[in-house]
Nanobody
Framework: QVQLVESGGGLVQAGGSLRLSCAAS????????MGWYRQAPGKQRELVAAITSGGSTNYADSVKGRFTISRDNAKNTVYLQMNSLKPEDTAVYYC????WGLGFDDYWGQGTQVTVSS
């Protein structure tokens, strides 16, 4: 059994910053890719950023230069530092992990709301 627990969402004014955290716990042997997705009302869930176990990163074009993803492998935790936030960043943000536990599976967090006011 694996759980992903997210924290750090909230309400911020445009131009502000937030930092999201996601900690994985449970029967984990190793974590491959960790990432963040988001889903705005009426839109499909989209990839925001991802990071491999080796530290390679991938970002959506819309957040490049503003968001930074990082991870602490010792703590099985992934972070998303979000700067220069825009109203269009408003969404529910979901943590995602691909990991080896009892098998190789994908896991999702419960989601955390990020609201950026103009």
């Amino acid at each position: 059994q694996v759980q992903l627990v997210e924290s750090g969402g909230g309400l911020v004014q445009a131009g502000g910053s937030l930092r999201l955290s996601c900690a994985a716990s449970g029967s984990i042997f190793s974590i491959n890719t960790m990432g963040w997705y988001r889903q705005a009302p009426g839109k499909q869930r989209e990839l925001v950023a991802a990071i491999t176990s080796g530290g390679s990163t991938n970002y959506a074009d819309s957040v490049k230069g503003r968001f930074t993803i990082s991870r602490d492998n010792a703590k099985n935790t992934v972070y998303l530092q979000m700067n220069s936030l825009k109203p269009e960043d408003t969404a529910v943000y979901y943590c995602h992990c691909s990991l080896w536990g009892l098998g190789f599976d994908d896991y999702w967090g419960q989601g955390t709301q990020v609201t950026v006011s103009s």
